[in-house]
């Protein structure tokens, strides 16, 4: 990330920050309305020992707050994401209360009540006379400017805006308002404390309705301004091929209304061209359809509705990155992460190309005067990274992988920005070496990206091919001169731990976990996953094969006792410390991978295969043990690379890896048959 070091002064990475003070032990969420409980229950999801004080001024929103969130613990315990004793705690310690007095320890206060400015203000004061005057208070308003609602504050240094989106407990995203009177310690608190609680935070200066909210908001008053030209369902169809919900569906799951002609009256101030469609007043609920459904319209329809909805889109993305709202990064990844859309508006225009883009641009000009157009030529909006954060400690850089969404999952476009940030910074010599490691909380990488797999099993070819070329960034690593060590803040499963193990060194969380899951996909790790352990830790044969045999997971710790792992930290700072000192004294050390034939001890397969309690297929297994034992005949690593490819392309033509990828794709257990 390169464009705004004004948003984002300490670090481009939440966690690299070091914060002023520890995680908050009481906390309280103010409004016990809609997204207030569910702000409450991601932060006791978070933080279990914390004790949680909800506040409301009546009984009954309290009543059903705590209904609610027993009802989401006890789902989570359903669908195996939590244990039952897990979801006890959570539930414990929660302080459902009309008393405002209760609050008076908490160290952190969002606000989370109507949208209305003068009641905001008046739970600020109350808040403020009783907590201490280090108590971190934040308001989750979608719309109202950060200096208008801390207007009277007597310590408004430690107040901002962090804005959630539904639902909060799983929407990743929270906008974090800087505005020019909260204090540099507690905006870089709040940023580190998001990320470390689990959240994908993102910067955002203190304008009316922030990033994403500007987008959302437009999006929406616009195709209510298109219902002269087509109905609710054929703009929602349209808008469809862009966004999983067409906007009059998401506004009536929402009942959002009135939210919008809010919001847009607020944006009125910076020209009347934001007027809220009329028609918002008077309709209560679209007539609409569930999202896929068929909808007939003309050609002309359809491209004039698509054309005006594409324009405020990319008239609201320019807007905000022309003022510096929020970055080219964020726009693009918050509204995939937070509105649903399918690709970023800046990825949208990069298919549309500039041409194609200039000419809605232009049409909208006509069609709706005011709205802000680009600033720049339409390319300039290109010139960002999508999925790597830079950050830079003693000459090394720290390239963070950030697609939280998919758990750092690598697609295409990560595996190119990689490559070509890791060959820029190795031709500046002020780069001493790398460390690489994944977004959050939640995962270093959870391997190739699944969803594009379908499209070339059964094609032995294609398939090999696909090897080959994720492997391009792994060739490129194993003849580096400069360093790159892993930082394994997370699971770093399949390719993921491909792409660490190519790297010359790894540092590991301690409940970081290193797995090969491939097989229970009816695949095999081809992108060197099946050769390189082998080759540069031979001592550690009988792990890999039962690795990439049966899919069993290896502890740090146990990574640690053959070689594999060269460090374990005990903490997020010390793993990054740790790393940066081993590439600095790896610089001109590295160890190259060695080619010489690999003695293999002989592969037992389990009979009947299995990965713990899920039978694996015997074809997918045989090919991926004869996969392994050819590999370490070779005589050279580039063979050896090769016989991985080769057994890729084998194994994605059987009925395994057609099960194993659908399963997944379809949120089921495999059924492998042979
Ligand atoms: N490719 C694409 N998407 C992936 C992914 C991958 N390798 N791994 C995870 N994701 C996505 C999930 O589909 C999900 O997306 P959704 O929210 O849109 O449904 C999101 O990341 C979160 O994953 P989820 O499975 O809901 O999280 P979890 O905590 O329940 O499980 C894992 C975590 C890692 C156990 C599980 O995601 C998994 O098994 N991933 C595949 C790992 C793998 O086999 N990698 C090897 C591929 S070569």
């Known amino acids: 990330m390169h464009s705004d070091t004004r948003l984002y002064p300490t670090a481009f990475n939440p966690l690299l920050i070091t914060p002023s003070r520890p995680l908050p032990k009481k906390i309280a969420v103010v409004g016990a309305g809609t997204i207030g409980p569910d702000i409450g229950y991601y932060l ?14 009546v009984e009954a929103p309290l009543k059903a707050a705590e209904k609610r969130l027993f009802g989401y613990a006890q789902k989570a315990v359903e669908k195996k994401k939590m244990t039952p004793e897990q979801a006890r705690a959570v539930c414990a310690n929660i302080v459902y209360t009309l008393d405002y007095n209760q609050i008076k320890d908490c160290e952190l206060i969002i606000e989370a009540a109507t949208e209305a400015v003068s009641l905001k203000q008046r739970i600020f004061a109350a808040i403020e006379e009783r907590v201490k005057e280090t108590a971190i208070i934040t308001s989750n308003t979608s719309s109202i400017p950060a200096d208008r609602l801390f207007l009277h504050m007597k310590h408004p240094e430690r107040a901002t805006v962090t ?46 309705c922030f990033v994403l909210d500007r987008i959302f908001d437009n999006w929406c008053n616009e195709a209510a301004y298109l219902l002269n030209t087509a109905s609710a369902g054929q703009i929602d169809r349209v808008a469809e091929e862009f966004v999983f919900a067409g906007p009059f569906f998401v506004l009536n799951m929402a009942n959002g209304n009135p939210i919008i002609i809010e919001t847009n009256t607020l944006q009125m101030e910076e020209g009347t061209h934001y007027l809220p469609a009329p028609i918002l007043t008077s309709v209560d609920h679209w007539k609409t359809h569930r999202p896929g459904t068929e909808v007939r319209m003309s050609e002309t329809v359809l491209q004039q509705v698509r054309d005006r909805l594409l324009g405020i889109l990319f008239s609201q993305s320019f807007d905000i990155i022309d003022r510096r709202i929020g970055t080219m990064e964020d726009v693009n990844f918050g509204c995939q992460v937070a509105l ?13 190309g500039e041409e194609t883009v200039t000419r809605i641009m232009e049409r909208f000009r006509t069609e709706r005067p005011g709205f802000p157009q680009p600033k720049k030529p339409v390319s300039a909006y290109q010139d960002f990274r999508r999925y790597i954060l830079i950050d830079e400690q003693d000459g090394v850089q720290i390239l963070t992988l950030r697609r939280p969404q998919a758990l750092n999952a690598l697609n295409d476009e990560i595996l190119d920005e990689l490559l070509s940030v890791l060959r820029m910074g190795s031709e500046n010599p002020s780069v001493e070496g790398f460390i690489l490691t994944g977004y959050g909380t939640g995962a270093f990488s959870a391997g190739a990206d699944i969803g594009k797999f379908p499209q070339m099993l059964g094609d032995k070819t294609a398939s090999m091919q696909y090897a080959k070329d994720c492997a391009k960034i792994q060739r490129f690593l194993d003849g580096m001169e400069k360093p790159v060590v892993a930082a394994l803040n997370g699971p770093a499963l399949g390719g993921g731990l491909e792409l660490a193990i190519r790297c010359h060194a790894i540092v590991a969380l301690k409940n970081a976990r290193l797995q090969f899951p491939e097989i229970t996909l009816g695949i095999l790790p081809g992108i060197g996953g099946c050769v390189v352990p082998y080759r540069k830790w031979p001592q550690g044969a009988a792990v890999f094969n039962d690795m990439i045999l049966s899919g069993r997971a290896l502890l740090a ?6 070689g594999v792992v060269d460090h374990i930290a005990d903490t997020y700072p010390e793993m990054i410390k740790t790393a940066v000192q081993m590439a600095r004294t790896l610089k001109g050390a590295i160890r190259r991978i060695p080619d010489a034939p690999v003695d293999m001890p002989e592969i037992r397969i389990p009979e009947p295969p299995a990965a713990g309690k899920l039978p694996l297929s015997n074809e997918a297994v045989a090919i991926a043990a004869k996969t392994i034992r050819e590999g370490a005949a070779c005589s050279s690593l580039a063979q050896a690379l090769e016989k991985g490819y080769e057994g890729f392309g084998e194994i994605a033509c059987t009925q395994a890896a057609k099960e194993g990828i659908s399963a997944f794709l379809e949120k089921r257990k495999p059924s492998f048959q042979q």
Do not use: C, N
């Open 44 to 57: 006791k999801s978070a933080l279990p020992e914390s004790t949680l004080y909800l506040v409301d001024v």
């Open 557 to 562: 710790s146990d990574a640690a006792g053959i």
């Open 163 to 208: 804005h959630f989106f539904a639902p909060a407990w799983r929407s990743l995203p929270v906008e974090v308002i800087r505005w020019e009177r909260v204090s540099p310690e507690v905006l870089d608190y709040l940023f580190w404390f998001f990320a470390k609680t689990g959240k994908s935070p993102i910067l955002t200066a203190d304008a009316i």
């Open 340 to 352: 649903g859309f399918r690709k970023g508006p800046l990825d949208i225009m990069k298919d549309l």
